[in-house]
């Protein structure tokens, strides 16, 4: 398994609280992706990054904002947490040269 | 809109069975077609992938069928065991010039029963 570990696992928050979420990988790969998961939705994404501070805006990206700063770290920033943001998150690397994505663990948010 | 149509959400099969989850797709620009399996609190992992200039592809007891013709792969798992048990996802990508991104069917449960 690709090295790549998702902090924290759960997260128990209230409305309107910003919230930040940490994907980090050991694996050097170029491409660092967030989804979020909901039941009949499959994985969607909400933004990726090609590069240290080249990031994109993915297919839910609304309400979210990314940053890169080390090829290792991908933080994922809920600027004020919303209900509809209760999903659970999942971050994903690739070396770029392939299709293949590595998944984390996901972490479970819970927005009250 | 969802680009990536999974089918069926769930279903249940008999150890030794045969499962079928069928995709079908919209965009002709998609040139990468993986299937994913992810067991509860995990998170997804690669089980099988193809390209259109091919319609056939089989690792051990997974195979996916492409057709591009009608827009559609599908996952077969032969010999199902209760191991297999797990959500299976079909997804789609354009490749590396849209920074490999994938588009995810909606997911299947796979119920093997022993």
């Known amino acids: 398994d690709a090295g790549i570990t998702q902090s924290p696992r759960h997260k128990v928050t209230e409305t309107g609280t910003p919230v930040t979420l940490r994907c980090h990988q050991t694996e050097n790969h170029r491409y660092m992706y967030w989804y979020r998961q909901d039941p009949g939705h499959g994985l969607r994404l909400i933004h990726y990054s090609y590069g240290v501070k080249d990031t994109d805006k993915g297919e839910v990206s609304d309400g979210y904002s990314v940053s890169r700063s080390k090829t290792e770290d991908f933080l994922l920033t809920l600027e004020s947490a919303t209900s509809s943001q209760t999903s659970v998150y999942f971050c994903a690397s690739g070396v770029g040269g392939t299709d293949t994505q590595y998944f984390g663990p996901g972490t479970r948010l819970t927005v009250l | 809109q969802q680009q990536v149509k999974q089918s069926p959400q769930s279903l249940i099969v008999q150890k030794g069975g045969i499962s079928i989850i069928n995709c079908a797709y919209e965009n002709t620009a998609f040139d990468y077609f993986p299937w994913y399996q992810q067991f509860p609190g995990k998170g997804p992992a690669l089980l099988i992938a193809?390209?259109?200039?091919?319609s056939e592809k089989k690792e051990g007891r997974f195979t996916i069928s492409f057709n591009k013709s009608a827009k559609q792969f599908s996952l077969h798992i032969m010999d199902s065991q209760p191991g297999d048990s797990a959500t299976y996802f079909c997804?789609?990508?354009?490749?590396?010039?849209?920074?490999?991104?994938?588009?995810f069917g909606g997911g299947t449960r796979v119920l093997v029963k022993p």
């Open positions: 193809i390209r259109p200039d091919v």
């Open positions: 997804a789609a990508s354009k490749g590396k010039a849209a920074g490999n991104k994938l588009t």
